[in-house]
Structure formats: C-alpha cells, structure tokens
C-alpha cells in the first residue's frame, strides 16, 4: 500500500487517487470541519478500524511522521513494526530518497498513515510543503542513532521540533534514542539523560519551554520499538480512557492479574488496564501472538489456503511452569486481549469467559457508537447492509 | 556394537568462521542467533556431552577449523578424532572464497573417515544461506550438492542448506538426530497407533531440550511441507521468551475455526503436538487422551533404559 509522495498534482476522477488528492490539498481546510474527502466511505471504517481523530470533528486521518538524519534507522523502524521484516534484514534496506506514504487502516486496527521521510530533507526548498504536512500531523516520531555522534541530530530535532511546532501546536513530539542494542545499560541511561538535558535546552535557549519532547530507548533488535510505538499509538486514541476504564472492570471481576489490547498485526498495544505494565510481560504477550499466529498460518488455513490465521474462533492458552496462565482471545478481526492469570483463577475459566464476553460487547458498542456517527455524516445507505462490527453474541460453552 | 548404542560420537568440521558453534550453541544451549555473533574462533576440539532422550548422550566434537588445527586432525591426532565416529557434520560456508581449500580439507576428513569410521554417516550443511539472494538459492545448493556428492564417492553424504537465521537449521538437525534415535521405528509405530486412536490430524514428539522433532505421524495432508522445522523454531523461540521471565513453558493449546492444536509435556524426554481439526471433539477430551498416552510411551523410552541410565551417571 506504501506510495511515493511527490509534489500534489490534479488528478483524474479515479477513486483512490482522489482520495489522496483531497487529502493533501485538502489538509489547507483542517479544522475547518468536513471538506469533500469525508464523503468517502473508507472500507476500513466498515471493518470496525477505530479512527483516532474525535469522531464530531474532522475525519482526517492523522498521519505519524518518521524523521531523523540518514540512516538513523526510520525505514527499518516502519518495516520491521508494520511488515514484520526480520531485523537482519533491515541491512539490505536502501535508503529513502522520497516521502513514503503509508497507510495502515486496512491492515490493521490502528487507522493512521506513516509517514518515512528520506534522511535530509530541505525546509527551504520550495517545493517541500511542510507547512501543509505538518498540519496534519498527530505524531512526529525524530529517530536518533545513538550509536553514531548525535550533535548533528540535535541540532536537526531543534530545527525541526520548532518548524513543526510553529505550525501546528498540539503535535506531540516522540523522540526515539535508537540502535541501543549497541550500549551497555549504564550508557543508554547516560545517553538518554545528556540528550534530554541538550534538546531541552536548546528549547529553552529559543524560548520555546512550552514544546514538550518525550524520550523512549529503542532498538528494532527486542521488543523495546514495538513498546514506544505502542504509547506514540495510544496518546492518539482519543477513546483511550474508555477502554482503560473497560479493562480494569474486566480484570477486577475476572480474578486477572494484567490485560493487554493488542493489534495483532502491529503488536502495537492499543491499551492495557491501569496497573503498570512490566516490560518483560509485555515481551511475552509480544512473543504469544507471533506464536499463535504462526502455528495458525501452519494449521489453520483450509485446504487450499484460503481463510485467515486469526479469526472469529481464535483462542490461546499457555500456561508456565511459575503458575502463570496466557490467555489470548479474539476481540475484533485485528484486536486480541491477551492476559496474564493464576493457574487459580484460571480454575474459574467458566467466569473469566462470561465477563469477556461482555467486555467483547462493550468494546464493539465503542466502536458501534463511532460508526453510528460514521454513519449519519457518510453515505447511510451504503454502511447499513454490512454487519460490520456486529459483535458474536455466543459465549464459549464450557466443560 | 551393544555399548555405542548410548553415548553416539559426532564431529562437527569445517573451516574456522563456517558457523559450527554458533549452531551448535542455537541447538543445543539455548543461544538466539544473535548471540553468535559474539562467539570466537574455537581453539582445537571443544568437547560437549549432549543428552538427548535420556539414554542417548552426543558426544559432540567441535573441532576449531583454523588451518594449524586442521592439520594436526590429519596427522598427529588423527585416530584419536577420527575414531569411533557416528556422524560427521561438516560445515560449508556458503560464501566462502576459497572453495578449493574448502574441498581439499573435505577430502581429506572423507580419507581419515573411511579408514578410521567407515560406516560413519555424513552430513554437509551448506551454511549461511541467509547471505544469498533468495531467487539465486535453490540453484546455489543444487550446484554445491552435486560437487559433494561426487567428491564424495564411494561414501554417501546428505546435504542441506542451512541458516542461523531461519528453521532450515531446524531441518538439517532434526535428521541428523534422527539417524542417531535407537528405537526409532517403535516409536512410530506407536505414534501412529496413537493419532489413530485420538483421531488427530497429526501428531509431532519433540526432543524436549532442543524441540527437535524426532518422529511424527501424519493422518491428513498438510500444506506447508517446512512446517516441522518451523514448529520448532516457533517453539524454540518461545521457549527462550519464557526463561528470561525466569519461567519455563508447559503447555500450549492455540485454535481457531479450522483447527486446535496442543503441545504439552509427553514423557520426561519429549513434548508432543497434536493437531485436531473435528470442532465437535473438545479440548478437554483430547487433554485427556494425551496424558492417559503418556504413561504407555514412557514406558517405551524405558525398554532399554535401565542400564543405560546406570552408565550414564
Ligand atoms: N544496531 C541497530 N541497527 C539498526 C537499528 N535500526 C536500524 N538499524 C540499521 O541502520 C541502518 C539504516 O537503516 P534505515 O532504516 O535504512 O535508515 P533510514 O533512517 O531509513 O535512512 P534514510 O532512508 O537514508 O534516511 C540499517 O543498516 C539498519 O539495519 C537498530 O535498532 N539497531
Ligand atoms: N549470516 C550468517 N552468519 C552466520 C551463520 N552462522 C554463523 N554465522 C556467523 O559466523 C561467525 C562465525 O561463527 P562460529 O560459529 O564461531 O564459526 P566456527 O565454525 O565455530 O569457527 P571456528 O571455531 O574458528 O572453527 C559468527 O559471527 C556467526 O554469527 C549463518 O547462518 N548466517
Ligand atoms: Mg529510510
Ligand atoms: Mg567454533
């Protein structure tokens, strides 16, 4: 799906490429309530994909940008969290030297474009929008490598932070200390304090304290990038709180003691209940999916390798040697719930179904609200005969 | 020979940066291949004693193949390495330069082999795979298998291709273990009585360290044909997860529409899949019948345990 952004150009009347057409230009209009792009009937909303804008105003579809110096590591970042590239294979990456737009709503429940940009890019070069770009930007995500010298790239994440910041001021800015791999721990905390203590200052040298930056250690090598990614994710969600809210009912009546939402595709963790999340637990949630969905891609298909490795029956159980109970079910056609229990309360399975099952209605009636919104701005008629996120109203029975 | 039926010798050869440890320690001591990146190069013969089902111990050689080391194999030791030898493994890297070297060196183990362990089974493993281009793969192996098995002759060698980085490596050792199983057969025979009776799509048994699969019986056809070798990996990878939360995995039942499949812990040596795909039989059920089955096949392991095990330790 990923296309190269050149300079917007007319286009014809085909579809898609009006669609982008409009949202380019049309991103002048941001804000200034729906523009002709809305009228679009996005085959992802039907899917059930949770948009992040707030369903009452705009429909853009917010857009994570990828910036940093070259080779710092933003492709490999984009292909290794959304196309599932083995890290070794990153090497063999050419550089980027156009905008690559991708949009990830169709693949996943996450519904918002990434943005790869080439390692230099230009603020003075005419013909490079960022004005427009930044408009609509959610989240810009700046990819520091810090195993190289990184002056240059503060000095880059300055100039770029403040570009941003001037136009449009409720971006939130993800700095991501990248390659870590290669540093001791005690070096990753002494890097990422002396590039906290720079880039702020800098800020403030410009007068411009009021730009919040937030620091994450990543490295595509462990589940440290799939984890940042997660919460630049989640500060987009605008039905966050809902869902935290749904999550700590579900575990306090289930006997549970951690629930993560998942997208399974992303691995990203859209929420997870309000007590804290535990890197290492995360990890194996991580690891439970990849390996659920790759003995399901064995089995799981029929004959002829039609149907899909996650579906509507999709369920998990692994237990551990230390009484820890995995329990992973299907929610939507791209969200899992994946669950930490104690083989004890895991006794009680035939409670920790019902309660899910309302949990799963809920989350559905989340989204059923949305696209009832959906519904009233776009074309109703077109929406209304698919079932869409009509939630699987029987519980599993139980032995 | 009644008493190499337990402790089985294996050489692993080739020349030094081959990648013979690094598989060595995927396999066998639970390093990710990540790891093996700090390996350095082995000096002469590391020796480690592998147990694998309880009564079988591999007695593994990893000889250093740096070129000083290489020549002291031929000459001064050469009947103490080449002694006694089950299997040899011997270790290509695909991207070599000096392939002549490479060959001659070949040889010259064939030689000591055929003198010292004639009816030692050979392996070649055309290593580091990953380091070709996908589509030039297939071509690249056929070559250097034909080579090998013509400079081979008269002895007979099985080649694969091999990788660190993906279940390829998983293949390659799970038949070169399988050559070294002693009651191989009946295990089958009774694996295959089993999934009958069970009515299960297939059943997997896996060494239990490793998650090499050691025997398997099949009711329905299965698409993917790499799919052992790719349970193993899975497995193996996730198995890994686990320690660093200083936990170990027991069991698994992952399902979907089309399919459930379990993995549990089987005998004290050995996990085992079972792969069902009737929905009307439920989980319960097939939990059962696979720890009613685990009595019977423990006792098998036990047949030609007892004086083994006294020897072993
Ligand atoms: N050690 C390590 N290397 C990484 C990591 N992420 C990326 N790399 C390597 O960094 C190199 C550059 O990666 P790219 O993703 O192409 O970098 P980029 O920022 O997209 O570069 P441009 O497109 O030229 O701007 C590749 O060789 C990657 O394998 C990481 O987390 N750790
Ligand atoms: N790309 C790639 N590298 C590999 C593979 N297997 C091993 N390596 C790398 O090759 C290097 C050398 O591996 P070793 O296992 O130490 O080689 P060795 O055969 O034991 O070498 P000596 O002990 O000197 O005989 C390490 O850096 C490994 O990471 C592979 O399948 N692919
Ligand atoms: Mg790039
Ligand atoms: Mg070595």
Redesign the pocket.
Request: glycine share 18%.
């Given at each position: 799906m990923s296309q190269v952004l050149g300079k917007p150009q007319p286009q014809d009347e085909d579809d898609e490429e009006e669609e982008e057409e409009d949202e380019l230009v049309g991103l002048a209009d941001y804000g200034d309530g729906p523009d002709s792009s809305d009228a679009d009937p996005d085959s992802g909303t039907e899917e059930g994909v949770l948009d992040f804008s707030d369903p009452f105003s705009t429909e853009v579809k917010p857009r994570i940008l990828l910036m940093?110096l070259?080779?710092?590591?933003?492709?490999?970042i984009q292909k290794v969290v959304f196309h599932k590239m083995s890290p070794n294979e990153?090497?063999f990456?050419e550089?980027?030297n156009k905008i690559c737009r991708e949009d990830v709503s169709n693949s996943s429940f996450v519904n918002f474009q990434i943005w790869d940009f080439?390692?230099q890019i230009d603020f003075f070069d005419p013909t490079f929008d960022y004005e427009m770009i930044f408009r609509g930007t959610g989240a810009l995500i700046f990819?520091i490598d810090s195993q190289d010298d990184y002056m240059e790239a503060l000095a880059r994440l300055h100039l770029t932070v403040t570009r941003a910041y001037k136009v449009n001021t409720d971006i939130n800015f993800e700095v991501f200390i990248?390659?870590v791999?290669?540093l001791s721990d005690d070096h990753k905390i002494e890097t990422q304090r002396d590039i906290h203590q720079r880039a702020n200052d800098d800020l403030a040298d410009a007068g411009l304290e009021k730009i919040h930056l937030s620091f994450y250690l990543t490295?595509?090598?462990d589940h440290s990038i799939f984890e940042a990614f997660s919460k630049v994710v989640q500060k987009l969600i605008p039905q966050l709180p809902t869902l935290e809210n749904l999550l700590n009912i579900f575990i306090s009546n289930s006997g549970i003691e951690k629930a993560f939402l998942f997208d399974v595709v992303s691995k990203i963790y859209i929420a997870t209940d309000s007590t804290p999340v535990d890197m290492q637990t995360y990890e194996l949630c991580c690891d439970m999916i990849d390996v659920v969905i790759d003995i399901s891609c064995i089995y799981g298909l029929k004959e002829d390798g039609a149907g899909t490795p996650y579906d509507k029956e999709s369920t998990a159980i692994i237990k551990l040697n230390n009484t820890t109970v995995l329990y992973l079910k299907e929610v939507t056609k791209f969200l899992a719930l994946v669950c930490f229990v104690r083989e004890e309360s895991f006794e009680r399975k035939g409670l920790i179904d019902y309660n899910f099952h309302c949990f799963r209605k809920a989350i559905h009636e989340v989204f059923e609200v949305r696209m009832k919104v959906v519904k009233s701005r776009k074309v109703q008629n077109r929406l209304q005969k698919k079932k869409g996120a009509t939630p699987n109203g029987t519980p599993r029975v139980l032995l | 020979m009644p008493n190499t039926a337990m402790k089985k010798k294996v050489l692993l050869m080739g020349k030094s940066g081959s990648g013979k440890t690094s598989m060595r320690s995927i396999i066998f001591a639970n390093y990710i291949a990540r790891d093996t990146q700090r390996l350095g190069a082995t000096i002469d013969v590391e020796h480690s004693h592998v147990r694998f089902l309880g009564n079988l111990v591999l007695n593994l050689w990893d000889c250093g193949g740096q070129d000083t080391f290489m020549e002291n194999y031929f000459t001064s030791q050469r009947d103490n390495i080449f002694r006694n030898v089950e299997v040899l493994i011997y270790v290509f890297d695909v991207e070599s330069r000096e392939l002549e070297k490479d060959m001659h060196y070949y040889q010259s183990c064939l030689e000591a082999i055929l003198q010292n362990s004639p009816d030692a089974k050979i392996f070649c493993l055309v290593h580091k795979m990953d380091l070709v281009q996908e589509d030039q793969r297939d071509l690249i192996f056929k070559e250097r298998e034909e080579d090998l098995r013509r400079l081979s002759r008269p002895l007979e060698c099985a080649c694969f291709r091999t990788s660190i980085w993906d279940e390829t490596l998983y293949k390659a050792w799970s038949s070169i273990v399988y050559q070294l199983i002693p009651n191989v057969q009946q295990l089958e025979m009774n694996l295959r009585n089993f999934a009958q009776i069970i009515e299960a799509d297939e059943v997997l048994l896996f060494e239990r360290a490793t998650f090499l699969v050691i025997s398997h019986y099949q009711c329905k056809e299965q698409r993917d044909v790499h799919r052992f070798e790719k349970i193993s990996n899975i497995i193996k990878q996730f198995k890994l997860s686990c320690s660093k939360l200083a936990a170990s995995f027991q069991s698994m039942e992952v399902r979907n529409s089309n399919f459930a499949a379990f993995i549990d812990i089987f005998t004290s040596n050995t996990y085992v899949m079972v792969v069902m795909s009737d929905p009307s039989i439920p989980s319960a059920a097939t939990l059962i019948n696979i720890r009613n089955a685990r009595k019977h096949f423990e006792k098998l392991e036990r047949v030609d345990g007892p004086k083994h095990s006294l020897l072993m330790r």
């Open positions: 940093g070259r080779r710092s590591g933003k492709s490999s990153t090497l990456l550089s980027t080439p390692g990819v990248h390659k791999d290669g490295s595509i090598y | -």
